[in-house]
């Protein structure tokens, strides 16, 4: 076999590993899954009301539901990543990754296992979110069909840049709790974007901080491809974040994974 059938071969070997110990232990997921659908839930039939006056000048919940989905969509990412972090640790300080390196195991599959399936559970909470959020009223008859894929590959983009990240952190902690921590500023970030009020409404020595990250361009231009709305330059900052993040996680973690241990 080639090489590079050799490295499809055993990244399908550690993906089906990943997804075989996400299946057999789902409390972690469910857990972080848990935090994006509780917020929809108290910001829509609690604040919803207060807030969507505050954006629109009239009560409408229903206008604040579609405001409000987009950003906690990719919230949804930032938390499901945080537990490819934890089982990135794991893997490192339980021993198993020594075991790989004196196997006949091609060295760039263990992260690229983990990497997909973490992509691939990113997706699949989104949808469940998402689920929720159409149940509760959110609804989106001015977008094309065309702008549903680009938002899905948004998604899908943004949950692979999160990702690289998540796995460098999961490589330079020591343990899991660790990696928890160092990654909570994924789930920490979309609470100081425009998820839940406009930038403009924010204090103005605010502004730059909710401005200036990769969540709000990202949120911009998911709520209007939603939406049907324009999204003007947010399109390229948003795509821009997402390659540079997912190039910067892809060097660290691949020269943090090949440094051979001390």
């Known amino acids: 076999m080639s090489s590079l059938a050799l490295a499809v071969r ?3 070997t550690m ?7 996400a299946r057999r232990y789902p409390s972690l997921t469910l857990n972080l899954l848990l935090t994006p659908i509780m917020l929809l839930l108290l910001f829509v039939y609690i604040l919803g009301d ?3 006056a505050g954006i ?5 919940r229903s206008k604040y539901i579609a405001y409000l ?3 906690l969509l990719l919230m949804t990412v930032g938390s499901t ?3 490819t972090a934890v089982s ?3 893997d490192m300080t339980e021993g198993i990754i020594a075991r790989f390196r004196t196997m006949a195991v091609h060295r760039g599959s263990v992260l690229v296992g983990h990497v997909v399936g973490s992509v691939l559970q990113s997706v699949a909470s989104v949808v469940l979110v998402g689920a929720v959020g159409v149940a509760i009223g959110f609804r989106s008859t001015d977008a094309t069909v065309v702008e549903w894929l680009a938002a899905f590959g948004l998604l899908a983009l ?4 999160l990702t690289w990240i998540a796995v460098g952190m999961g490589l330079v902690s020591p343990n899991a709790e660790a990696a928890s921590n160092n990654a909570m500023p994924l789930i920490l970030l979309p609470l100081l974007s425009s998820a839940f009020v406009p930038v403009d409404a924010m204090p103005g020595w605010f502004q730059p901080i909710a401005e200036y990250q990769p969540f709000t361009p990202a949120i911009e231009t998911l709520r209007g491809l939603l939406l049907g709305t324009g999204i003007g330059h947010n399109g390229w900052l948003a795509v821009g974040w997402c390659v540079g993040l997912a190039v910067l996680g892809y060097f660290w973690s691949t020269s943090k994974f090949n440094r051979d241990p001390k």
């Open 15 to 21: 993906l089906r590993r990943n997804l075989l110990h």
């Open 50 to 52: 207060t807030l969507s």
């Open 69 to 71: 989905l987009p950003g």
């Open 56 to 60: 629109s000048g009239a009560p409408d």
């Open 10 to 12: 055993d990244s399908n």
């Open 88 to 90: 990135v640790s794991n």
């Open 81 to 83: 990543v945080i537990g």
């Open 158 to 161: 943004f949950a692979l840049a």
